[in-house]
């Protein structure tokens, strides 16, 4: 059983993001992490990547630390960030995750595409947002990895794309990954995800069961949501 941990994480610029996070996910897990924006969703997903520092705390892999092989290799990060070029085509891009990522399973991504009815024949530029997106998650998904990171994903997908690439996370799930999801669209989210974290950086946070919270509250995620934008969240 694989198990990502974030103990005691804080996070500080010239303000506090968010502090003495702690919770630990394992295979088959989908945590929702939510709130306002500015509230750290992002930063935490970068710092669980390794791509930025935690000012105190510790993130572990299987107790491994995140400058161990055994960590950076199992984490797949779909970002919001683009990173490639106008003029390369996804084919090209592809190649790259080959070249770059051992491991990385080309006829799974290239599946996924096909899936998704994305020509590799087609350049970035060429991309709708959404389509760009998915091309993003069907490469990291191709990633051998234990642990899938994805930063609002949601974002740019109509509602049959939201469907598809739920799909894909329900999927990955079930081939024991442990998947976080950063987003602010939380309608439909009810049946995806299996623990949420409502970030704050004015209070305690934590990751609650999602299934728990809503038999508790006898709320929809998006009822819950609301409330917690309020501030009067438990």
Not at 121 to 127: I, P
Not at 210 to 223: F, G, I, Q, T, V
Request: include cysteine; glycine fraction near 6%.
């Amino acid at each position: 059983m694989n198990k990502l941990q974030v103990k005691n994480g804080s996070k500080r610029y010239k303000k506090t993001i968010f502090q003495e996070l702690s919770f630990t996910l394992e295979n088959g897990q989908i945590l929702g992490i939510l709130g306002k924006n500015g509230t750290g969703k992002t930063t935490l997903l970068d710092c669980i990547s390794g791509q930025r520092k935690i000012s105190s705390g510790t993130i572990l892999y299987n107790d491994q630390i995140q400058s161990s092989p055994a960590f950076k290799t199992n984490i797949a990060y779909v970002s919001t960030i683009d990173y490639f070029e106008a003029t390369e085509t996804v084919r090209q891009i592809l190649l790259e995750y080959t070249i770059l990522f051992p491991g990385f399973h080309l006829e799974k991504a290239m599946e996924q595409l096909e899936i998704w009815h994305i020509s590799p024949k087609q350049k970035w530029q060429e991309l709708s947002e959404g389509t760009k997106v998915k091309v993003k998650i069907a490469c990291e998904y191709g990633k051998e990895t234990s642990i899938f990171l994805l930063d609002e994903p949601f974002a740019y997908l109509d509602y049959s794309s939201r469907i598809q690439v739920k799909q894909l996370l329900r999927k990955a799930s079930g081939e024991n990954k442990l998947i976080i999801v950063s987003t602010n669209f939380i309608e439909e989210m009810d049946t995806l995800f299996t623990d949420v974290l409502f970030m704050n950086p004015n209070r305690f946070c934590e990751v609650i069961d999602l299934e728990d919270l809503r038999e508790r509250k006898s709320m929809s995620l998006k009822e819950i949501y609301e409330e917690e934008a309020d501030d009067t969240f438990i």
